[in-house]
């Protein structure tokens, strides 16, 4: 039943999170401190469900610590699959940071290193989001606890 719960619980968070950034893509022409706040919330509270589901741990943080915690935890079997998902979501969540920085020099070269502009900073947030969501759905790791 606790699975199930899970599993609900995700669907809304990767829902939201997909909602959010369309509405921060939408209502703002610049990202910032706020936007990147907004979206990386709902990116970690969807990681937590994950891990909570998959693992039975309860995620605290979202620091490097947190992430080899994580795969520390987690059997031969899960690991390719978290792997996969906890790293993309990490590296979002610092591009996300990056690209909120205050730092123009930071920031630019955020952007820079994918090949982006600020017309395409938005879309490519959103499909990295949705390819997290989408792993995460479509993941058969079974139960580790």
Not at 52 to 62: D, S
Not at 129 to 142: D, P, T
Request: hydrophobic share 40%.
């Amino acid at each position: 039943m606790l699975s199930a719960k899970l599993e609900n619980e995700m669907d809304k968070l990767g829902s939201a999170l997909i909602s959010e950034i369309e509405n921060v893509s939408t209502n703002f022409t610049e990202f910032g401190y706020r936007e990147r706040i907004r979206i990386e919330r709902y990116l970690f509270l969807l990681i937590k469900a994950f891990c909570q589901k998959e693992l039975g741990y309860n995620l605290q943080g979202f620091s490097k610590w947190h992430i080899e915690e994580i795969i520390s935890l987690s059997s031969e079997k899960q690991k390719r699959s978290l792997n996969l998902i906890v790293d993309q979501a990490f590296q979002l969540k610092i591009y996300l940071q990056s690209l909120s920085s205050e730092n123009a020099y930071v920031r630019g070269d955020a952007l820079t290193k994918l090949g982006l502009d600020r017309k395409r900073v938005f879309p490519f947030i959103q499909s990295q989001s949705k390819s997290i969501v989408n792993k995460i759905n479509m993941s058969s790791v079974e139960p580790g606890v």
